[in-house]
C-alpha cells in the first residue's frame, strides 16, 4: 500500500494574510456561519477589532490586513519554528500506521503521485485545507495536542475525498465546500470513523466534529446521532457514506439553517 509522507513547514507570510482578510470579509461571514471566523481573528490580532467596516471592498480589507500580520509573524518566528519541529517529530510517530490504517477504515487506496500531504503553521483561527493539493494549515496558537487532532481532522477530509471520487468521481479541481452537502457529510464523519478503536490505540486523542451537529437536532434527534446510528449498521464504508449523504441531501436546507 502506498503511503505519503507528512512534511511540517512554515506558512507563507501572505497566505497567512490572506486567510485572516478572508475571515474578515463580510461576504465570506454572510455566506459561512458554521464558525465564529471574524471572533477568531480578533482574539489573535486585536489591533483589528474595529478596524474593518462592511463597506470595505477585498482589497481595502487585505491592505489593513497583511502588515498588522506580517508585524505578528515577525515577531512569533521563534515560536512558528519549534512548533514545527515538534509537530513533524510527533506526525513519523505515527504516520505510517495511522495513516495505514485509516485507508484501510475506508477501503481505499492512496493516489500514488501524490507522495506528500503538507502542513503549514501560521499565525490563524482556522484551519483551512486544500483536498486536492493535500495540504492543511495549523496554528501555533493552539497546544500541540490540538494541532494533531485537527491535522487528523483535516487528513480525514483527504481520505474521504479519494473515496468519494472513487465512489463517484470529481470534476477536476473540485472539492466539497461550504454549505454543499458533501461538505456536510465530510465534517459529520469525523466522528465515528476517527473515534473508531483500530484508529484511537495509534493517537489516543478523542475527535469531534463542530459542536453544532451535537445540540442541533433534526426531529427530535441530534444531528450527529443521526449520523452515528446510520455508522453502527453500516455494511461497508461505501453503504455508510451513500446512506449518509442520502439523509444530508434530504435535510439539507434545514442543516444549513441550524447548523450554518
Known amino acids: 500500500m502506498i ?43 486585536p489591533s483589528l477589532r474595529d478596524k474593518v467596516t462592511t463597506t470595505m471592498s477585498k482589497e481595502e480589507i487585505y491592505d489593513i490586513v497583511e502588515p498588522i500580520v506580517l508585524k505578528e509573524l515577525s515577531f512569533r518566528q521563534e515560536e512558528l519554528e519549534q512548533r514545527i519541529s515538534i509537530l513533524q517529530q510527533q506526525f513519523q510517530n505515527f504516520e505510517e500506521a495511522l495513516l495505514h490504517k485509516m485507508l484501510l477504515l475506508f477501503e481505499v487506496l492512496w493516489p500514488g503521485e501524490q507522495k ?8 490563524i483561527p482556522r484551519c483551512p485545507r486544500n483536498c486536492i493539493t493535500k495540504e492543511f494549515f495549523l496554528t501555533s496558537s493552539m497546544d500541540i495536542e490540538t494541532n494533531i487532532k485537527a491535522g487528523i481532522h483535516e487528513i480525514n477530509h483527504f481520505i474521504f475525498y479519494e473515496k468519494w471520487k472513487q465512489m463517484h468521481g470529481f470534476p477536476e479541481g473540485v472539492e466539497p465546500m461550504h454549505p454543499e452537502t458533501l461538505w456536510f457529510l465530510e465534517e459529520l464523519i469525523v466522528d465515528p470513523t476517527l473515534n ?15 459542536e453544532q451537529f451535537y445540540v442541533q437536532k433534526i426531529g427530535d434527534t441530534p444531528v450527529m446521532t443521526h ?29 444549513i439553517e441550524k447548523c450554518g
Open 3 to 45: 503511503l505519503p509522507h507528512i512534511t511540517v513547514k512554515k506558512i507563507d507570510p501572505l497566505v497567512n494574510a490572506s486567510f485572516i482578510a478572508r475571515f474578515l470579509d463580510p461576504d465570506f461571514l454572510a455566506k459561512d456561519k458554521s464558525r465564529p471566523f471574524a471572533e477568531g481573528v480578533y482574539e489573535l490580532y
Open 116 to 123: 506528500e500531504i503538507i502542513c503549514y503553521i501560521g499565525y
Open 196 to 210: 473508531e478503536p483500530i484508529l484511537q490505540e495509534i493517537v489516543p486523542i478523542p475527535q469531534q466534529a463542530y
Open 227 to 255: 449520523i452515528k446510528e446510520i455508522y453502527e449498521r453500516k455494511e461497508s464504508m461505501e453503504h455508510f457514506l451513500e446512506e449518509a449523504h442520502s439523509f444530508i441531501q434530504k435535510h439539507h436546507i434545514e442543516l
